[in-house]
């Protein structure tokens, strides 16, 4: 056990070390920071923005139009409509002392047509302009026909959908967006971590093998106690850097009001940002299948390794493995559209397609607690079987040289070896 | 006397062919014991066995008179493999601290041991360093002290001089000899004759997997030797041509233009020999009667095809095993 420890705190002190480690451990931060940043920037691009209202209008709507814009985020100041003062406010514009000017007419009540000019056009100021200017006209058309204003008022209460999911018996306050997004990343993670670590694993391998140590090491320790010796390294390796990645994020969620304080923005707005509530079964489920998956992927690459000779040959062999993974991957939109569909749970019980199915259906809400169990047994059983095809290749493969094996050979490795 | 190393009747083959052959040979503690035979005899495939590197097809090993190989052993058995090798990217003392724990030393014990040996051979400077940025000869350095730096009681070693540099040649020797002299014990492979003849105090020849002889230098020299003479010529060779080509006085002849080495005849005499020579006008520089050389030995009894190598061309592409 000494030995296969010592092979463990080799790998793992040896890719910690790599410069590579810790540009993947540092991305990961930067880029919450970046999606932290984004969020807020957005709403800092939405402050108040100041506005003229160019009103030749015969029933004086420019009025009761600034009046509702300013009650958004909008200081809009009415102007007559004179000749000339469209030039002047374009003018304004390009010395940045208005941010732009709507042009209203009777085509407003009439054909619902108006004209905004503006040095720069956001989305969020469009609809918001588009929106107060709705409600304005609407009111101002049905007071025409005689209706109350009060009940004008009373019929334009907007209608806002509540989210809550029902996942597994229990109501959560996830929205719809939010748990699609937790899937779609954790599907993610779950395959760019298996397939870096599990070609980490490979050229390992291959790198004894290579250099010939493999040699010295199998005289001292059983080929399988190396194999695991070296997932066991990669494996926590990787789970060294999810720790750097939620640890960061969890720092720059705690900074979430300071940084917004910096960039200038109001930090209320931080405060309120949006964040996906991971609940810990969900974690768990996560851990299980990437420890899960990692084991049998890296297995399967770790063969691939020994039974290639350099690194060439490696990255062909790697291909058929590589595919394999490839498979959930693209499944992924299939998967988070409809994760109850028939393909959906089959993947979710393939062992091959699971580590990274099953998160992601669990994730969705649309898995049983009994089907969670048998995905986990089909995958364990799996990782049994092909770990022990896997270290037969690698106990034959890493002592061979010359050419690769073809399939017919490879079977002989594995009944004689 | 213990035996640290006993192999027995040990086969081994390969896809399509036997790489070791019904093998025994035992060592005995505190002596040098040298493997010998052409490449593709199978030295590097029993030594690898021992190692437990292979396991046999059929037959045994024991190594310190327990039953198992070099794995059970590990801590005690210091192995430098044929072909060389350390991990490029790391340093120089995690490689060899590395190498010791996975031989079962304690990780104190190893850095210790290391740091030691590192001051002996030079190498202090270099502890910090990645084995790449390294020399050839002070990689080859490195991976020696990773072979002997847990102090084993037995080291084996696969043809060690191969790709030394003088210096390094003599580092190995002396350490070599400075292990017998501490009741170590060392078992070693080679195809140079030179460095077996200057080194073993026992010996075992094989070919193509079989063993053809063992024992200590001066029976392999007495049951194989016959008589022999070594003559040299000063100028004229008179007629040594015919005289060597009698068969009642010489067996067999190795000539070297102005040099011989003959083995004479069975109830042939050597004064005959050097009468006929002189009596025939030929000026001899040197007429000696010694006890063959071990490569003449070598080179009779593999025969002049086996000593280049006996080559099976599927198996050796696939598996360069058989050395």
Not at chain 1, 2 to 19: I, L, Y
Not at chain 2, 271 to 283: C, D, F, T, Y
Request: proline content about 4%; overall charge positive.
């Amino acid at each position: 056990m000494h030995k296969v420890w010592a092979v463990v705190r080799r790998e793992f002190v040896e890719r910690v070390r790599t410069k590579w480690f810790w540009f993947s451990a540092i991305i990961g931060p930067v880029l919450s920071i970046g999606v932290i940043v984004f969020q807020i920037m957005q709403t800092v691009g939405g402050g108040v923005r100041h506005i003229a209202i160019v009103d030749s209008s015969t029933s004086g709507l420019g009025a009761p139009v600034a009046e509702a814009l300013s009650a958004t985020r909008f200081v809009a100041t009415p102007v007559a409509a004179h000749p000339g003062v469209v030039d002047s406010l374009t003018r304004l514009v390009s010395d940045k002392q208005l941010d732009g000017f709507l042009i209203i007419d009777n085509d407003l009540t009439e054909t619902g047509r108006a004209e905004y000019r503006a040095s720069s056009l956001g989305l969020q100021t469009i609809e918001d302009l588009q929106r107060t200017l709705n409600r304005v006209v609407v009111k101002a058309r049905l007071e025409g026909k005689g209706v109350n204003p009060a009940v004008v008022d009373w019929a334009q209460i907007r209608i806002q959908l509540d989210q809550k999911k029902i996942a597994r018996g229990q109501t959560t306050a996830e929205s719809a967006g939010q748990s699609f997004a937790v899937a779609w990343v954790m599907a993610i993670l779950l395959f760019m971590a298996i397939l870096i670590y599990g070609v980490n694993v490979m050229t390992s391998v291959l790198e004894e093998k290579t250099t010939r140590i493999v040699e010295v090491l199998v005289s001292s320790l059983r080929p399988f106690q190396l194999m695991m010796g070296k997932l066991m390294g990669a494996g926590s390796v990787s789970f060294f850097q999810f720790l750097i990645w939620a640890a960061s994020f969890q720092l720059v969620i705690r900074l979430r009001i300071q940084i917004a304080k910096a960039l200038g923005a109001d930090p209320s707005i931080a405060r309120n940002l949006q964040l996906p509530h991971i609940p810990t079964p969900t974690l768990l489920v996560f851990l299980a299948f990437f420890l899960g998956g990692f084991l049998l992927y890296s297995a399967m690459f770790a063969a691939v390794g020994a039974m290639s000779s350099n690194e060439q040959e490696a990255r062909q062999a790697q291909l058929p493995v590589t595919y394999l993974l490839m498979i959930s991957y693209i499944s992924i939109i299939g998967l988070t559209n409809n994760p109850s569909s028939a393909f959906a749970r089959t993947l979710s019980l393939v062992p091959f397609t699971s580590p990274i199915a099953t998160p992601v259906r669990w994730t969705a809400g649309s898995m049983a607690i009994g089907e969670l169990i048998t995905s986990l047994a089909i995958l364990a059983v799996a990782i049994v079987a092909v770990t022990w095809v896997a270290s037969r290749i690698y106990r034959v493969g890493i002592l061979m040289t010359g050419k690769r094996p073809n399939l017919k050979e490879l079977m002989r490795w594995v009944r004689t070896a | 006397m213990s035996e640290p190393v006993v192999v027995d009747r040990v086969t081994k083959r390969f896809a399509g062919h036997t790489a070791v052959d019904a093998l025994s040979l035992s060592v005995s503690s505190g002596i040098i014991y040298g493997l010998l035979g052409p490449n593709g005899a199978g030295k590097t495939t029993t030594l690898r066995m021992i190692m437990d590197i292979y396991e046999p097809d059929s037959g045994t090993i024991r190594l310190f008179d327990q039953v198992g190989g070099g794995r059970t052993h590990s801590a005690r058995i210091g192995y430098l493999p044929e072909e060389r090798g350390l991990y490029p990217k790391m340093r120089v003392l995690d490689v060899l601290i590395f190498l010791a724990e996975a031989k079962g030393v304690s990780r104190r014990d190893a850095r210790a041991k290391a740091l030691e040996w590192l001051e002996k051979l030079g190498l202090s400077d270099w502890r910090m360093r990645k084995v790449s940025d390294l020399s050839k000869g002070m990689q080859q350095k490195a991976q020696f002290i990773s072979t002997v730096l847990h102090d084993p009681e037995l080291v084996i070693l696969d043809e060690p001089f191969s790709g030394l540099d003088p210096v390094n040649s003599q580092v190995l020797r002396d350490t070599v000899l400075e292990y017998r002299r501490r009741g170590k014990t060392v078992l070693f492979s080679t195809h140079i004759m030179e460095h077996a003849e200057k080194l073993c105090d026992r010996l075992c020849i094989i070919a193509r997997g079989k063993k053809l002889i063992d024992g200590t230098l001066a029976e392999v020299k007495r049951t194989h030797g016959g008589k022999h003479v070594i003559v040299a010529f000063d100028g004229s060779q008179g007629d040594a041509r015919r005289i060597f080509a009698d068969p009642r006085l010489v067996a067999r002849i190795q000539d070297f233009g102005q040099e011989a080495e003959l083995e004479l005849a069975n109830g042939a005499d050597a004064q005959e020999i050097l009468r006929a020579l002189v009596n025939s006008g030929a000026r001899l520089s040197r007429f000696e009667l010694a006890s063959p050389s071990l490569h003449k030995i070598f080179v009779d009894l593999v025969g002049p095809e086996a000593a280049t190598a006996a080559v099976i061309p599927e198996a050796a592409e696939r598996m360069r095993a058989g050395a």
